[in-house]
Nanobody, 113 residues
Framework: QVQLVESGGGLVQPGGSLRLSCVASGNVFGVNAMGWYRQAPGKQREFVARITVGGSTNYVESVKGRFTVSREVNTVYLQMNSLKPEDTAVYYC?????????WGRGTQVTVSS
């Protein structure tokens, strides 16, 4: 079992930046990828970004050029720049292993003036 704890969320003005962090602990062997989803009020959870064990990255189209996912040992980061009100959501970290997917509890990001 993998435990995930996110941090770094908060309130930011449009055009601002935030950096989310997610620390993985427990049985972290055999991780294939780590990344982020988000869920806005009244909407389904959507994929945001991921990074594989080999360093390949993928992003949802709406965040390309603004968000950057990176990984350092057992921590995955999401650098979010040029934030927009539509980026407001709860952001969830996840870890993919052959045995399944583990999720964090989420961190709130609110983009508002």
């Amino acid at each position: 079992q993998v435990q995930l704890v996110e941090s770094g969320g908060g309130l930011v003005q449009p055009g601002g930046s935030l950096r989310l962090s997610c620390v993985a602990s427990g049985n972290v062997f055999g991780v294939n990828a780590m990344g982020w989803y988000r869920q806005a009020p009244g909407k389904q959870r959507e994929f945001v970004a991921r990074i594989t064990v080999g360093g390949s990255t993928n992003y949802v189209e709406s965040v390309k050029g603004r968000f950057t996912v990176s990984r350092e040992v057992n921590t995955v980061y999401l650098q979010m720049n040029s934030l927009k009100p539509e980026d407001t959501a709860v952001y969830y970290c996840y870890v993919d292993k052959y045995s399944g997917t583990s999720w964090g509890r989420g961190t709130q990001v609110t983009v508002s003036s």
